[in-house]
């Protein structure tokens, strides 16, 4: 009788370890694709958010663009992980973030190229461009190239949460 409960104790015990690490593994998948999908719906809203900021920066009664705040927004974006180059309806480069800083540009390609392959190797991913219309009252008045990593990078913090 003892070593029949103790059998049955011991066949417990795997099965409980067993459902404990099944459990596990899949919601460790379910976080890691949820993480995933907020990242690109993070990164989508970026982009957005920069093609608005952009719109507002372009003044149609003259013709013209906020220098200043162009370079700022495109600053901003660089320091995230984000290329601009900014071209006008005729094609003339009004900013260009390889123009103003090719040496910080590289280096944090770098430092997000290297980060994402050390760190996360499963993310198989390089520096894509991606063209947008930049639009005010639904007129195009720009076009907007952007490279980052895709299909999407982790910033510091994002990479300190997912190994936490």
Not at 123 to 129: I, R, S
Request: with cysteine; glycine share 4%.
């Amino acid at each position: 009788m003892k070593s029949l409960k103790h059998l049955f104790l011991k066949n417990f015990i795997i099965l409980a370890c067993t459902i404990i690490a099944l459990v596990s593994l899949v919601m460790a998948f379910v976080i890691q694709h949820s993480f995933q999908i907020y990242l690109t719906t993070h990164q989508n809203q970026f982009v957005q958010d920069i093609l608005y900021q952009l719109s507002q920066e372009y003044d149609r009664d003259s013709q013209s663009w906020n220098l200043e705040k162009v370079h700022d927004v495109g600053m901003v974006a660089l320091y995230d992980g984000y290329f601009l180059k900014l071209e006008d309806a005729q094609s003339r480069v009004i900013w260009d973030a390889k123009s103003v800083d090719m040496s910080e540009c590289i280096q944090i390609e770098t430092e997000i190229s290297q980060k994402m392959q050390s760190v996360f190797p499963f993310v198989k991913g390089q520096f894509e461009d991606h063209i947008h219309d930049v639009v005010q009252n639904d007129v195009v008045i720009a076009k907007l190239s952007l490279s980052y990593f895709g299909p999407y990078f982790y910033s510091d913090d994002d990479a300190q949460f997912i190994q936490g």
